[in-house]
């Protein structure tokens, strides 16, 4: 459940715990807004590698995974874990694929209300609605680089699992480089996105949940 839950942050592309010196309140937050929308409805597609970390309260060490990530509207995500283990997690529409050494499954979201969560936070995301996501209040700040979306669950159910979630995004292309988790338990989750390709031809086999 976890790692499916850690899709939020694949599928947000359409953050380490970022320290907040730098950053002040948006200019003009409408502005941002529908810049961000605008850009996410022009994305396609996107390819990207990705590095995660989790850090442990209990623990001084921190695990790293790395990987490639894929997008394809409309909700479509392709999320393998390479190393130091392969994971491989797939969602398509409301359906979704999970794959390790052990075991190859499918599943639907239709019914799970926490999973329906999740699916629309992804396709908030990737859509640019994120910020009218009733699930979460939002902050957002910027520096002279960056925008910093700072998501707090408002949602019994998402409460559970997050504290905060936050959205590092590039000025440049507004596109999501960062995504920070942090758990009610005190763990955190980061991922971060390189090598980003947008509106690369991914064939729709890529996201078979068969």
């Known amino acids: 459940m976890r790692r499916w839950i850690i899709m939020i942050a694949a599928c947000c592309l359409a953050l ?3 320290a907040q010196n730098g950053f002040k309140p948006v200019s003009n937050l409408e502005q941002f807004k529908q810049q961000f929308a605008r850009t996410a409805q022009q994305t396609q597609s996107i390819k990207s590698d990705f590095v ?3 850090h442990l309260s209990l623990l001084s060490d921190k695990i790293t995974s790395k990987g490639k990530f894929w997008f394809k509207k409309d909700n479509r995500v392709r999320m393998e874990y390479q190393s130091p283990t392969y994971y491989l997690m797939i969602i398509n529409g409301k359906n979704v694929r999970i794959k390790d050494s052990r075991s190859d499954k499918s599943i639907s979201t239709g019914g799970n209300k926490l999973f329906e969560q999740i699916s629309r936070i992804t396709a908030d995301c990737v859509q640019g609605n994120v910020l009218n996501n009733r699930d979460f209040t939002a ?3 910027e520096s002279d680089k960056q925008y ?5 669950p408002v949602a019994k159910s998402m409460k559970e699992f997050f504290s905060t979630i936050e959205l590092l995004v590039d000025k440049k292309d507004l596109g999501v480089t960062k995504i920070v988790m942090h758990e009610a338990s005190g763990d955190r989750t ?3 996105f390189t090598k980003k390709e947008l509106n690369a031809a ?3 086999e890529m996201f078979a949940v068969k």
């Open 52 to 54: 995660q970390e989790k």
């Open 139 to 141: 902050k957002v700040l």
């Open 148 to 152: 910093l979306l700072q998501l707090t």
């Open 202 to 204: 991914i064939p729709d």
């Open 190 to 192: 980061e991922m971060i």
């Open 16 to 18: 380490q715990a970022v």
